[in-house]
Structures are given as C-alpha cells and as structure tokens.
C-alpha cells in the first residue's frame, strides 16, 4: 500500500505535535522559505530552526489538504505561546518525503511586531 502525500504531511505535522522532528519525512536536501527564517536548505537547518519553536506548540489543527500531483497545499493552524497562527502551506513530495516547503503566515505574533 502506498502512503499518499497528503499522509506524508500529516506525518510531518504530527511530528511537530509529538515533539519529534526525527520522525518528519524531510529529504536530505529540503528546500525551505517562510517569513522568519527566509529561503533555506538542508533537513538538518529546517530541524534545527523548528526545535525553536517546539517548546512554543501547543497543539496542531489541520483544516484540509489540497493534492494535485507531487504538491499538496495545506491549510493548518498552530496554536501555542503565541496564540493561533493560521498557516497556508505548499509542499513538493517525491519518493515519500518532502522535497520542498513554502509556508504562509503572519510572523508578527512570533517576532513581537
């Protein structure tokens, strides 16, 4: 049986929920960008900017997934120190782990804007 993409997702985001970014299906080689850290690369670096915030979660809400081919565009919200942060974000999966990440949000409640 194969796991679809939007599976992967939610693997990822319950590894945020459970506080344990060894269990998110990042690929080696990531590409990341979002409005605090910036354009970014490397499983490692997007592990180590999200153990940051891990202390701050309180808990993940997934809204829906939209899936067309290798991207899955998600709608989610956090919810922890800084209060709601509804997020919008569009991932590239190849082979069963993310290759790619783009999120959308408001980074004011999280830098004190």
């Given at each position: 049986m194969n796991t679809s993409n939007s599976e992967i997702i939610e693997k990822y985001l319950d590894a945020l929920r459970k506080k344990d970014?060894?269990?998110a299906p990042f690929d080696v080689h990531i590409r990341f960008d979002n409005p605090v850290t910036g354009k970014g690369s490397g499983a490692d670096?997007?592990?180590a900017f999200l153990s940051g915030f891990l202390p701050?979660?309180?808990?993940?809400?997934?809204?829906r997934h939209v899936c067309e081919g290798e991207y899955v565009v998600t709608h989610w919200?956090?919810?922890g120190v800084f209060g709601?942060?509804?997020?919008?974000?569009?991932f590239r999966v190849r082979d069963g782990l993310i290759v790619e990440s783009t999120a959308f949000f408001d980074p004011r409640p999280i830098l004190g804007s």
């Open positions: 970014l060894d269990a670096d997007l592990r701050a979660i309180d808990e993940i809400r997934i809204h919200e956090v919810e709601i942060i509804p997020i919008l974000e569009l």
